[in-house]
């Protein structure tokens, strides 16, 4: 257990639906990072936040993804409309420095 | 576009062997590299880290060697037992890029075999 956790663990939507994640990060991480991970392939970099503020997206986050982290501490992701391309792991991760931490990610099914 | 990407997508060692998981990277920019070890429906695990200016870190069991001149990285297990297979990935970073965000290799699966 790395300190980060994120909820649900596993989510099963029908195509069109919104979903929503959350990760709580390790209470002192100032940084947070969003990655998303496909079958086979290592995590990549979607969003990152310093605190409250996003200060980085990834092409890869289309209109329908938004990240919020209204206090700085925990987050939540939201994709809208979700697609069948959508399906994938969503990882969290959280640093002070140099290491990142991951949660155990959400495992997001698109049916 | 730059990428890091590794050599070997599967290795087989017999229990007790030494394993040895090579990863290139091709951003002469990064400065900071991490092993995960990702086990089956789980979050990446840290292994070991090594920065820019260092060549070799040892920590229990596992040792880093980064070769800047080939732009090389590798992971050396000692003793490999059965709970050190998983998938490992290889990440850098690029401290220049502001966000400090890492950049991930496909992984390499190591089975033990007992």
Redesign the interface.
Same mark, same amino acid.
């Given at each position: 257990d790395?300190g980060?956790s994120?909820d649900p663990r596993h989510k099963i939507t029908k195509r069109g639906q919104n979903v929503t994640f959350r990760c709580d990060p390790i209470s002192e991480h100032n &940084?947070l +990072?969003w +990655?998303r991970q496909t079958l086979?392939?290592?995590?990549?970099?979607l969003t +990152?936040f310093q605190n409250e503020a996003q200060?980085?997206k990834s092409r890869l986050l289309s209109d329908r993804f938004s990240a919020e982290r209204p206090k700085g501490s925990f987050s939540t992701l939201e994709i809208q409309r979700t697609e069948q391309g959508d399906s994938a792991m969503y990882?969290c @991760?959280s640093?002070q420095g140099?290491?990142?931490?991951?949660?155990?990610?959400t &495992?997001l099914t698109v049916t | 576009g730059e990428s890091?990407g590794l050599h070997l997508p599967t290795l087989s060692v017999q229990e007790g062997d030494n394993s040895i998981i090579n990863c290139a990277y091709s951003n002469s920019a990064s400065d900071?590299f991490?092993w *995960?070890k990702q086990e089956s429906?789980?979050?990446?695990?840290?292994i070991i880290?090594i920065?820019s200016n260092m060549d070799k870190r040892q920590g229990q069991r596992v040792t880093v060697l980064l070769n800047k001149t080939v732009k090389h990285l590798s992971l050396q297990i000692a003793a490999t037992q059965p709970g050190d297979s998983a998938v490992y990935?290889c @990440?850098e &970073?690029d401290s220049g890029a502001?966000? *400090?965000?890492?950049?991930?290799?496909?992984?390499t699966k190591l089975s033990v075999i007992p």
């Open positions: 790395t980060v994120q &940084r +990072y +990655y086979g392939q290592g995590p990549e970099f +990152y200060l980085e990882l @991760a640093t140099y290491e990142q931490y991951f949660g155990p990610g &495992r | 890091v900071y991490i *995960y429906g789980k979050g990446p695990q840290f880290d920065r990935f @990440a &970073r502001g966000s *400090y965000q890492l950049t991930f290799g496909k992984g």
